[in-house]
Nanobody
Framework: LQLVESGGGLVLAGGSLRLSCAAS????????MGWYRQAPGNQRELVAP????????NYAHSVNGRFTISRDNAKNTMYLQMNSLKPEDTAAYYC??????????????WGQGTRVTVSS
């Protein structure tokens, strides 16, 4: 499975962006997916996962209520709608694919990342 993110860029605080993660490969619809982000000097953090069927409720506290993860299995694409962006959302955003073994997510595939910069 190959993952390619797009949609990053420079935006003013309070603005919105929608990230996309396009997947190639026949197993997309059976994989759990996730969005991670990593700011300079920080560890990579999970923004939100989404199940193969499209369910998600485990948003990072810092983005809860502002970001929405979704997927379109017919298009092999996952999205991250980001609203009310803040400067602290500035980071490289990565998509991931893997599975939930009941104990947690195991990520087997990663994209190359797309950069989001939020200016104040």
């Amino acid at each position: 499975l190959q993952l390619v993110e797009s949609g990053g860029g420079l935006v003013l605080a309070g603005g919105s962006l929608r990230l996309s993660c396009a997947a190639s490969g026949s197993t997309f619809s059976t994989n759990a997916m996730g969005w991670y982000r990593q700011a300079p000097g920080n560890q990579r953090e999970l923004v939100a996962p989404i199940t193969s069927g499209g369910g998600s409720s485990n948003y990072a506290h810092s983005v809860n209520g502002r970001f929405t993860i979704s997927r379109d299995n017919a298009k092999n694409t996952m999205y991250l709608q980001m609203n009310s962006l803040k400067p602290e959302d500035t980071a490289a955003y990565y998509c991931s694919a893997g599975f939930d073994d009941g104990l947690g997510y195991s990520w087997s595939y990663w994209g190359q990342g797309t950069r989001v910069t939020v200016s104040s």
